[in-house]
């Protein structure tokens, strides 16, 4: 039985550009369309960056894959190429660290193991 996926925003003190949206449970196809809502909704807010929080993730599948590369391409237009990361990931299990790694999706979004500095990269 898979666990309810939840995401909960949070808007970091201090940063106004940015939104953490902290995932857990089960990202899966039921999932990838919140997901995407989510960044979509950030974004018409005026958020800038979006740090995706997954350290109580506990699995992700294809669909939920494809979501982060939804929410990935949505804040990085085509005409973005060669900008800052607009969307990174941090706090990932060592499993979902592997898949990420497997899939190649972190050739282009980086991953942090901390909250604190994640937030901070997006200044830089």
């Not at 939104?19 to 809502?37: F, I, K, N, P, Y």
């Not at 989510?38 to 800038?48: E, F, L, P």
């Amino acid at each position: 039985m898979a666990l309810e996926f939840t995401i909960t925003p949070e808007t970091p003190a201090g940063s106004q550009n940015v939104v953490v949206l902290h995932l857990s449970g089960w990202l899966d196809v039921q999932g990838e369309a919140r997901l995407v809502e989510a960044v979509h909704k950030a974004k018409d807010r005026g958020t800038q960056y979006v740090l995706l929080e997954l350290a109580a993730l506990d699995t992700i599948t294809s669909a939920g894959i494809r979501g982060i590369q939804k929410a990935w391409q949505f804040l990085m237009p085509r005409e973005a190429t060669g900008q800052a990361a607009r969307l990174k990931l941090c706090g990932a299990s060592p499993r979902i660290f592997e898949i990420f790694s497997i899939t190649g999706l972190l050739i282009n979004m980086p991953m942090y193991e901390s909250m604190d500095v994640a937030v901070d990269s997006f200044g830089k």
